[in-house]
């Protein structure tokens, strides 16, 4: 088989606006017959281009990945209704971990918002620390 691809912001990230933070980038990876590796395009064939090249033979087995980019934020994150990212945790969107680094939203172990927690963590993350 024959492999095309032209993607874009495989490695400058979509960029955020009013405090957002950035976008994830594009990801492909190709994992090759008989190998347990992910590797770009530049590695696995000679590309010039991670997200752009033409007419690369894929041989049977070959595995591809891609993982298209998310855009940047908009606003503080910070701001977000905890409610919305308990949603985002609940659809497995976003990691208990990331709702509290990303969003300063605490999440219980019933899955359920911990008001005082999340309000003492953006409390201190507006003061810096």
């Not at 190998?35 to 595995?63: H, P, V």
């Not at 509290?100 to 019933?110: A, L």
Request: aromatic residues 8%; negative net charge; hydrophobic residues 35%.
């Amino acid at each position: 088989m024959e492999f095309s691809i032209h993607c874009n912001r495989n490695t400058i990230r979509p960029w955020g606006m009013f405090g957002g933070g950035e976008g994830a980038n594009t990801e492909l990876r190709f994992k090759l017959p008989g190998s347990d590796e992910w590797l770009d395009g530049k590695k696995a064939f000679g590309a010039n281009s991670y997200g752009k090249f033409s007419n690369i033979e894929l041989q049977k087995g070959t595995a591809i990945r891609l993982a298209m980019p998310g855009g940047g934020g908009w606003g503080d994150p910070r701001e977000r209704d905890p409610e919305l990212v308990r949603r985002d945790v609940a659809e497995e969107l976003l990691s208990v971990d990331a709702a509290r680094e990303i969003y300063g939203v605490v999440i219980g172990d019933g899955g359920e918002v911990d008001l005082e927690a999340t309000a003492a963590v953006r409390r201190r993350a507006g003061e810096g620390g």
